[in-house]
């Protein structure tokens, strides 16, 4: 990965994709970190309905990955492409509740943002309900603009894309 960290423990973590054994773990991570939206959004997000089954079928395609500090799994997320856009989505990003609001978040971006050029990827997107504010600022802040949005189920989800190389 790349030295991009700014604060020290990060230096500790790492990334990788977790073993079969590991999907219970990584449901209860997704659906906890995804339970604060639930009041935001006045129902469950998709998030809160993940199973153990979709993690595993993720862990066989090698599209989901854990992050690993003291030998725990603290984070998770999913990449893949995306086949109505044909860009590589960054999907089912997940901080444990005690590690959030440590840079982590910023530092799975930045991972899969890495992740991505190294597959010569142009472009990353990510989706996000609208009126999550928080996230949306989030971001926004590293970059990512809004390309569409359209209604899920009654919410307005934002389709946001960074670009990864400079334009020249």
Known sequence: ????????????????IPKIE?????????????????PILGRK???????TEKVIDRIQKNTVYVVIYKDEIIGTFTM??????DLLE?????????MQNKGLGSYIMESAEH???ELE???????????HKQLVDFYLHRGYKVIKDRIRKGNVVLLMEKKLWRED
Not at 45 to 51: D, H, K, S, V
Not at 90 to 98: F, I, L, N, P, S
Not at 121 to 131: F, N
């Open 121 to 131: 990827e142009r472009k990353i997107i990510i989706e996000t309900y609208e009126d």
């Open 90 to 98: 960054v999907q089912k990003v997940a901080v444990r509740e005690d």
């Open 1 to 16: 990965m790349p030295d991009f960290l700014k604060e020290e423990w990060l230096r500790e973590v790492t990334i990788r």
């Open 115 to 117: 992740m991505a050029r």
């Open 45 to 51: 997000p998709r998030g809160m309905l993940e199973t």
């Open 22 to 38: 590991e999907a219970e773990i990584i449901r209860d991570l997704i659906i906890a970190a995804y339970s604060p939206i639930e």
């Open 80 to 85: 893949r492409t995306n086949k109505n856009h």
